[in-house]
């Protein structure tokens, strides 16, 4: 009999298969051979350190297959200098953006999510606020304290400082829509473990691709580490202009750093600045307070 699978490999399938279902995806690949050339490879194709780094995956990455993604591969070359890739393109991210897709339907398609064991210890969701047009994304790393409690996201301390830097901005937070990497709070706020974001950060990629803002913020290392697929600090990159999915993407410090470091908020103001003039924006204040 031909092309019967083996019943564990086809049960295994499956489910694979209605996990990438239930976060949206449905096509993502085609074949090597009949993919064009690309321009701007780095994203694509991960250098030597990418399939060291995802060595262990089960997930086909350019490198370690023969599977090319499918949407990137007509893109015009971007104009910032990409950074050095630690880690290929999710099979989401290779994925063409879906058509209609809307942060309700990435909310209804979350559902109850005990996808990875932050469900276990978390009070609610906190899946992102404010406007699903907005030209401006704020990307966190995880919920705190505070967050786990309200179900929304920089409502704490350190949101209390992002919230003055947006309306430094002269915006408000209704104005622009602020999300975080992995939607359940870290068990004492630790940083997400690289499966926990791996497992959660399809969302944050369709809720960026439903938004499709003009200027992506990375507040700290783990949310640019995520979007840019790269494990270099922060500080080799932070106040650049970079690309994400045809948005241009800037990283900064996350607010709680410059709750710990008060002196690094002029280097924050003047990245905010750099998207404020992107944005046209003018000013409220002279600095941060
Ligand atoms: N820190 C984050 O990264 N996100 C939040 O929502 C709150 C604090």
């Given at each position: 009999m031909r092309g019967r699978l083996d019943e564990t490999l086809e049960h295994l399938l499956t489910k694979r298969l209605r996990f990438y279902e239930?976060?949206?995806?449905?096509?993502?690949?085609?074949?090597?051979?009949?993919?064009?050339?690309?321009?701007?490879?780095?994203?694509?194709?991960?250098?030597?350190?990418?399939s060291k780094v995802d060595a262990s995956s089960s997930k086909p990455t350019p490198a370690s297959s023969s599977w090319k993604p499918l949407a990137t591969a007509a893109k015009p070359a971007p104009k910032w200098e990409p950074l050095p890739v630690a880690?290929?393109?999710?099979?989401f991210e290779a994925a063409e953006r879906v058509e209609g897709d809307t942060l309700e339907k990435i909310r209804a398609d979350m559902g109850d999510c005990m996808r990875c064991r932050l469900s276990k210890c978390r009070n609610t969701i906190v899946f992102g606020d404010g406007s699903p047009r907005a030209e401006l994304v704020f990307v966190g790393e995880g919920p705190g304290a505070d967050e786990d409690a309200q179900g929304l996201p920089f409502v704490g301390r350190a949101g209390k400082l992002l919230t003055q830097m947006i309306e430094a901005m002269g915006l408000a937070r209704k104005d622009v829509y602020i999300c975080n990497v992995v939607k359940c709070r870290p068990p004492e706020n630790r940083t997400p473990e690289r499966d926990e974001i791996a497992t959660c950060s399809p969302f944050l990629f369709r809720q960026l691709d439903a938004i499709h803002p003009k200027v992506i913020v990375c507040l700290g290392s783990v949310a640019a580490q995520t979007l840019l697929h790269t494990n270099r600090g922060i500080s080799h990159f932070r106040g650049e202009w970079l690309e994400y999915r045809g948005a241009r993407?800037?990283?900064?410090?996350h607010p709680a750093y410059l709750l710990r470091n008060p002196n690094a908020k002029g280097d924050v103001w003047k990245d905010l600045q750099k998207v404020m003039t992107v944005l046209g924006l003018t000013a409220k204040k002279g600095k941060l307070a």
């Amino acid at each position: 009999m031909r092309g019967r699978l083996d019943e564990t490999l086809e049960h295994l399938l499956t489910k694979r298969l209605r996990f990438y279902e239930d976060l949206g995806i449905k096509l993502f690949y085609r074949h090597r051979a009949a993919a064009p050339r690309l321009e701007n490879p780095t994203f694509l194709e991960p250098s030597a350190a990418s399939s060291k780094v995802d060595a262990s995956s089960s997930k086909p990455t350019p490198a370690s297959s023969s599977w090319k993604p499918l949407a990137t591969a007509a893109k015009p070359a971007p104009k910032w200098e990409p950074l050095p890739v630690a880690q290929g393109p999710t099979l989401f991210e290779a994925a063409e953006r879906v058509e209609g897709d809307t942060l309700e339907k990435i909310r209804a398609d979350m559902g109850d999510c005990m996808r990875c064991r932050l469900s276990k210890c978390r009070n609610t969701i906190v899946f992102g606020d404010g406007s699903p047009r907005a030209e401006l994304v704020f990307v966190g790393e995880g919920p705190g304290a505070d967050e786990d409690a309200q179900g929304l996201p920089f409502v704490g301390r350190a949101g209390k400082l992002l919230t003055q830097m947006i309306e430094a901005m002269g915006l408000a937070r209704k104005d622009v829509y602020i999300c975080n990497v992995v939607k359940c709070r870290p068990p004492e706020n630790r940083t997400p473990e690289r499966d926990e974001i791996a497992t959660c950060s399809p969302f944050l990629f369709r809720q960026l691709d439903a938004i499709h803002p003009k200027v992506i913020v990375c507040l700290g290392s783990v949310a640019a580490q995520t979007l840019l697929h790269t494990n270099r600090g922060i500080s080799h990159f932070r106040g650049e202009w970079l690309e994400y999915r045809g948005a241009r993407l800037l990283a900064t410090y996350h607010p709680a750093y410059l709750l710990r470091n008060p002196n690094a908020k002029g280097d924050v103001w003047k990245d905010l600045q750099k998207v404020m003039t992107v944005l046209g924006l003018t000013a409220k204040k002279g600095k941060l307070a």
